[in-house]
């Protein structure tokens, strides 16, 4: 990587003369295998809200590893800057918040460190097998640890539910006729939306219905986006979409907020983390909701998909990786750090027996549902085995882009060309950058 | 920097008191040739340094890519090596790429002659003797351009989206079906309008001082000729201030074809606009979404490029069509 | 650009507007440029104003011009006064009371994180433009008033990088920069931002506008060293040049998102506009903090727009525009 930035070398060389007076670069080369005596310091890029409040708590126990997060604006910006310091060869923290589908697209860029030799191999029955084959990606190495996850849940206003005499859906066809007979009823409302711009959520429906959008296959990658279970979940919103009962405009706008606070949007096909969103966005309807699992393509063989959660990746530009593992360590699995993370970011903790204990009272907004964490654990529990690919970002662009034109035509069938496009735009770029598929 | 600076004065005050007392008038001549590229010297180190090295080093990375072995997992699975021109060919041949560059093109036709015609209009009514509240409109027109291009597409995207808009609520009152502003069809002029807004006010006040510092008597010359105001806005006026519009035309060409900030904070508003709507969210979507800095640098030059020959063909179409005019 | 040099339009008043409001020199300057000026901003503009009637037309053409441009910062002005549930549920223009609590709120967000970013922004923008606009007047006091071998060459290629966009720059940028470890610092920011070629360009046509060539000859004569002559006498004749091209360079700089999103990863270094876009574009598991980004910018308007009306009346846009012919 250095032998490539040559002459970005030759071309600062005059930059630092210029510079290096008035500023000079912390790099001490400290060993930082945890001596006790030796003081080590630890960045940590990461966007969970209020992170730094347990941080804190570590810092307080261990005077010789001091932990300093450094808050991001979210997952794809962080990983971008992740990516470009690891390009430059220099700038990168020695840990980061790493959403799951982002694993392999780091490690091939080799920007993040394999950290099964510091002891990060033995954590595997901490947490369930299909999370922990997100960090591993099948392998021996480790490259994260776990934090939390999104297992997806569906949520719906209660009170117009009531009102409109309409049941919880609990199967997608179930669903389809809530949608209906709603938007009949009042025809400025709509159970949901179909959101071209969040490819997660999609990608969760998609995972729920039992695709695997990569594959390993020895040593090649399998590109299966367009099989039939992405193609059912895709015809099935275009359906919806092209009728007209569901919105066709993305969520996380203006709109879409003013919808959850006036009621045109009822419903919300979210995730385990949907109460922090909700309460930010429509803080007034506080108790109206209620929260239930994902409605089923069948009934009998209930399954879920993710959307969202995170793990704790170390570097490779990291000079103190076991300590970093030590710190990474104890933040998810120490049952006094998952208490915190769950109170003070309000995620929903990855490691199962430290969340069983930390996941007691109902989240604030959702008080009238005692037993959300109930509901919730059970979402947990059926989600099915995904694998992401290096070049999940292309993919997710390839979402954004085609998905768009889709829900903009409300043609079903378009909706289907969309998960055509995008198994083409995913598959010519890995075949382009050189990675041997199938 | 300023430490450079300073010694350089140092330096320069040192060797220049003997030359000063010294009748040698030669020797002084000799000492200032040195002065003016001192004084350059901090402006060059610094185009060098943070302009020049980083457009030779882009030039670099254009003619490079990564090559992945296998599944491309793990350290040393991924290596650089020289692409030749697969990036100039990769971007050119991209039909999105393609469509952006159309795109934009639409774009700057709406807006240039949008924005510098209302913007000649405002400063010819601020010009005009028998305009009031000059004073306050001089500064509500250019306050938008203080307000910075993420920020003032956040704004307008709230009065774009009818579920928000309080126009929408008001055709709604009314009874009027109009289509959102981010619709396909009108998602252009909705980030042209952006643009609009914030650069109108902006040009204005280049044509705007332009015409102030014409003298006055030219004007009451042709009054007593009998020139009606509207006939010395179109014979004295705009004749007088043609470099202020060819200089505010220019720039504005230079801008629509970087446009990237409005269309890049509304896209999460609409399925109206894509990842690669204008030619510089194309190179942000190579260099940061699909993590190719070499197709990236690729399409940078040729943007680059592209903006010189414009520049370059525009000045001297204006030249010649003025030139005839003389003749 | 050197094509324009034959431009034939001409602009009489530019050429010498700059020197009127100069350091009081002596009237022994550069005087055939300087009358056509002179009289045209004492004793004319109150002459016609006492005579012209109001055209209601004209007036009202340019306030609906005016309501244009307002519009959107009075919605500003008003959806500040809301909270989080009025935002998405009142009426666009009806107003709250939540002005007050919202600025607590953001002040208390982060420990006050939003009032670092407006520190943090006055540092890059002001600091950045005043060497900026040093640096730039250096090279085109230099250009404009010196003949050296090499000089043209030395502008051509200053000009051509007005034309390069500041997005294209950012990454080689960044990839310079981590190779000295400067990064995720103050200097990443503010160092990538002194160099400005429409800043010199400018600086350039004001020095030669503004600064007659006597004045440098009679310091010389006088002894007086070149530094002297540039900072005592042709700095005072260039201010309201230099004015505008601090003006210019702190607002490019006040808008440039690329380059600080790229080169910092701690949020506590974060310029205003990269700090209220993260607050916008937080991920799909944490909501966007609508109140807190447009409180945010209602406040960091505030200054920007005082900035303006004080410094307005240096403003000499007029000169950057006649100076295509230079």
Redesign the interface.
Known sequence: MRARLRIGAIATAAAAALIMTGCTATADSGSGSGSSDEKVELTYWAWAPNLDKVVDIWNKANPNIQVTVAKQDGGDPAITKLLTAIKAGSGAPDLIQAEYQKIPTLVSADAIADIAGDGAKDLSSTFPDGVWNSVTLGSDAVYAIPQDTGPMMFFYRDDIFQQLGVSVPTTWDEYADAARKIHTADPTKFLGTFSANDAGWFTGLSQQAGASWWSIDGDAWGVDIDAEPTQKVAEYWGGLVEEGVIDNKPMYTPEWNAGLNDGSQVGWTGAVWGPGVLSGNAADTAGKWKAAPLPNWDASSPSNGNWGGSSTAVTTQSKHAAAAVEFATWLNTDPAAVQALVTETGIYPAATDAAASALTEAPAFFSNQPDFYDVAAEAAQSVGDFTYGPNVNVAFSAYNDEFAKAAESKQASAFLEAVTAMQKITLDDMKASGFTVK | ?????ERS?KQ??AS??PA??SPAKRKAARK??V???M??L??????????A??????L??SF?K?????????????S?VFAGLDNYIASLTDPAFAASVGRVLLYGLILIPTMLV?AL??AL??D???????G??R??????????????S??????Y??????FY?IFDQLGWDVPSML??GLVMFAIANIAL?GG??FNM???Y??L??????IYEAATIDGASEVQIALRIKI??????L???A?FSM?AT??V??EPM?LR?????????WSP?MF???D?????D?YT??AT?IL??LA??AI??FF??VV?RR??G??D | MTATTNMPAVNPGASGSGSGSGAGLPSTTDAPRLPSLSRRSSSAPAARRAKAPMSIGTTLVLLIGALYCLTPVLWVVIASTKDGSELFSTFTFLPSSHLWDNIVELTQYRGGLYWRWMVNTALYAGVGAILSTYVSMLSGYALAKFTFPGKSGVFKVLLMGVLVPGVILAIPQYFMLAQVGMTNTYWAVLLPQIISPYGIYLARIYAAAAVPTEIIESGRTEGASELFILHRLAMPMMLPGLVTVFLFQFVAIWNNFMLPYIMLGDDKLFPITVGLSGLLNQGSTVPALYTLVITGALLSIIPLIALFLVLQRYWRVDLAAGAVKA
Do not use: C, H
């Open positions: 920097m300023t430490a450079t600076v004065v320069r005050r220049q008191r000063a007392l200032r040739a002065v003016p590229y004084m350059l901090p402006g060059i180190v610094l185009f060098v340094v943070f302009m090295a980083p457009i030779v080093y882009t670099y990375l490079q990564t090559v992945v072995k296998g599944l491309g997992l793990g350290s040393g699975a991924r650089q209302l209009l405002f009514l601020l005009s003797r028998r305009t009031r509240a000059r306050f409109s500064v509500s027109i250019f306050l938008p351009y203080a307000v910075p291009a993420v920020i003032s956040l704004l307008w995207g709230f009065l989206l009818p579920g928000v808009s309080p609520w619709s396909p807004w109108v006010g006040i280049v044509m001082t332009s102030k510092a014409v003298p006055s008597e004749p007088i201030i043609a470099p202020a060819v200089m505010t220019l230079i074809l970087q990237f900030a904070t999460p508003l609409t399925n109206s606009l894509s990842t690669t510089l190179v942000y979507r260099a940061f979404i699909r993590d800095v990236a640098s940078s943007i680059a903006t010189f520049s370059f000045l001297r030249q003025a030139f005019q003389e």
